[in-house]
């Protein structure tokens, strides 16, 4: 055929795309495809975006639907990326068109597993992924804008998980860190 890797890779996804949605399947691409070929994305396509803000905008806009899980904001195995900053990322940023808002059908926390084994992935999830799950079930007008709304239901939580035996993070430290000293799950 002579195509070059990016020829190649197109005709790879779109022929993928053709026979998922022959077998009534929609098909979910990496936001790459969208930014590399999204014109001819089959329109039934889900794009999932990961890379970061302003192409959330731009699939709806094309009339496409949305996934969204910015690595800067939703990626657990980013240890820095506090519960604060999951809670506060906001996927219908620079969307206001409430056709195109409701094309965004959801997000996504990812955990990826080069960073952690057995002996630490609760406290790499949680409570943060919570942080996020809030933020994507609560209807935007009531979601609160101050981070501080949240500490007492959030560290509620964390403590009913610890109390059931999955090892949720301290709220007030980075990622997986430990408790800085002793005391009530409610304060650390």
């Known amino acids: 055929m002579g195509l070059s890797t990016s020829e190649a890779y197109k005709y790879f996804v779109l022929r993928a795309q ?11 691409n990496w936001e790459e495809t969208f930014n ?6 089959n329109p039934k396509t889900v794009v999932h975006n990961w890379l970061g803000v302003g192409v959330a905008p731009k699939v709806v806009e094309r009339g ?5 899980s910015n690595q800067d904001s939703w990626y657990l195995d980013h240890l820095q990326t506090t519960w ?7 996927p219908l940023a620079n969307i206001t068109n409430p056709q195109q808002q409701k094309l965004l059908i959801g997000g996504e926390v990812c955990m ?7 002996s630490d992935i ?4 949680w409570p943060r992924a919570a942080a996020a799950a809030e933020r994507l079930w609560t209807p935007y007008d009531k979601i609160a804008k101050n981070p501080n709304e949240v500490v007492y239901r959030l560290a509620n ?17 980075d990622g997986r860190d430990p408790p800085i000293g002793p005391g009530s799950c409610y304060s650390q």
């Open 122 to 125: 609760e406290q790499t999830i």
């Open 112 to 118: 990826w597993g080069e960073t952690v084994d057995a």
């Open 157 to 173: 939580f964390r403590c009913l998980l610890n109390q059931r035996g999955v090892s949720a993070a301290p709220l007030f430290q």
């Open 36 to 41: 590399e070929f999204g014109g001819d994305l």
């Open 64 to 68: 496409l639907r949305c996934i969204v």
């Open 18 to 28: 053709k026979i998922a949605v022959s077998h009534g399947y929609e098909p979910i």
């Open 84 to 90: 604060e900053q999951f809670y506060l990322n906001e």
